[in-house]
């Protein structure tokens, strides 16, 4: 185990959500942040004053290709908009560099494919940020649930919202084809974490959304189906209050989990109940996910490891979204 190196990371877009990544790179232990480059003169420059005032050896860059083309530079966190990705994620891997790629991964499988052929090719890393699976509440779950204490696992639904702020509105301006709206914006933690709890891909989904002007969708609800009765419900939203819990079902019980995104000063809670009448309500530590997923892609880098999040997964997540949106659009049940 190489405890000593530190990967050293570059950042490839000035994106809003560095307020959490950019500072999970520099504090997490086994990284060092080179770089961040923008398109947009000045604007790597002025993310660094933010998110990181105290690092003045960091190099801010008007120049993506030149952050690409920086050799020192081993992995990039790639922060776009969800419809540039893949292009960028196959520009990276073709300058040998190690990929964490925003959720979506890609819009479509076909990209997906080909990041894995370059991935391959280039002997690189590649990994989807789905930064919540890194806090130490899902182990727990999928801990209580490895015990037997909730049976077989019925059913399982993931409810994920909150109220889209005027400020953020340009989430919603592209067409849902593009990469804009709630589906690939948060329906994708959605499907991912239904996935999580039956391992296999669902055989068909059934899914209805409302649409904006743009095309995008703004909510979205749907049902994949694993077969034998077991149903997986998801439930998503611009314009609810915050929700972002999922709740499991098994034939003895059940478990919630309260606050799957956790920001800071969010408690973790996992509840659970049992049919025999014992229930419970866990509070965990707090945990950084950002910085946990960045610290885990990091060590699997330096210790030739392969990430937890594999390609396969961010295929069939990508499988699973594209057919909801199709039965969204057509108003029909699509087989997987
Ligand atoms: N893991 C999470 O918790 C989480 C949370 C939110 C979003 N995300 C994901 O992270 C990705 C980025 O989301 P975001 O909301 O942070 O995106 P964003 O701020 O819109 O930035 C996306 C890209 O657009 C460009 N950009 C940023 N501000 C701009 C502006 N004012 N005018 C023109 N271009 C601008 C930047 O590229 P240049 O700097 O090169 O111009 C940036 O890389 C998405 O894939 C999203 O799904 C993840």
């Given amino acids: 185990m190489n405890t000593q190196a530190k990967l050293r990371w570059g950042i490839l877009g000035a994106a809003r959500i560095n307020e959490r990544l950019l500072p999970a790179i520099v504090e997490a232990a086994n990284s060092e942040l080179l770089a961040i480059a923008s398109r947009r003169h000045g604007a790597a420059a002025e993310t660094l004053k933010k998110y990181a005032p105290c690092y003045p050896g960091i190099r801010a860059l008007d120049d993506l290709e030149a952050l690409l083309d920086d050799r020192q530079i081993q992995a990039v966190y790639l922060p776009m908009a969800n419809g540039e990705h893949a292009q ?95 589906m690939w914006d948060i329906g994708c933690y959605a499907i991912h974490s239904l996935r999580m709890f039956f391992r296999q891909l669902p055989l068909s989904v059934m899914a209805m959304a409302k649409y904006v002007e743009s095309g995008a969708d703004i909510s979205s609800s749907g049902v994949l189906d694993f077969g034998d009765g077991k149903f997986a419900q998801f439930d998503f939203s611009f314009e609810r209050a915050r929700r972002c819990e999922y709740e499991i079902i098994g034939t003895q019980g059940g478990i919630r989990c309260h606050v799957v995104w956790q920001l800071p000063g969010d408690v973790p809670v996992i509840s659970w109940w049992t049919e025999d009448g014992r229930q419970s309500e866990e509070r965990l530590p707090a945990a950084n996910h950002f910085r946990l997923e960045i610290e885990h892609f990091s060590a699997c880098i330096l210790n030739g490891k392969l990430p937890s999040l594999s390609l396969a997964d961010a295929r069939d997540n990508c499988r699973v979204i594209t057919a909801a949106i199709q039965s969204a659009a057509e108003g029909r049940r699509i087989e997987i």
């Fill in 88 to 182: 960028w994620a196959l520009r990276a891997i073709e300058h040998g560099k190690h990929v964490l790629c925003e959720k979506p991964m890609a819009l479509t499988v076909a990209d997906i494919d080909a990041i894995e052929t370059a991935a391959q090719r280039h002997d690189v890393q590649v990994m989807e940020g789905f930064m919540y699976r890194f806090h130490p509440q899902h182990a727990r779950v999928l801990e209580l649930i490895a015990s037997g204490l909730i049976g077989e696992i019925r059913s399982v639904r993931a409810s994920y919202s909150f109220m889209m702020r005027p400020a953020r509105l340009y989430r919603l301006a592209d067409d849902i084809s593009r990469g804009g709206g709630a």
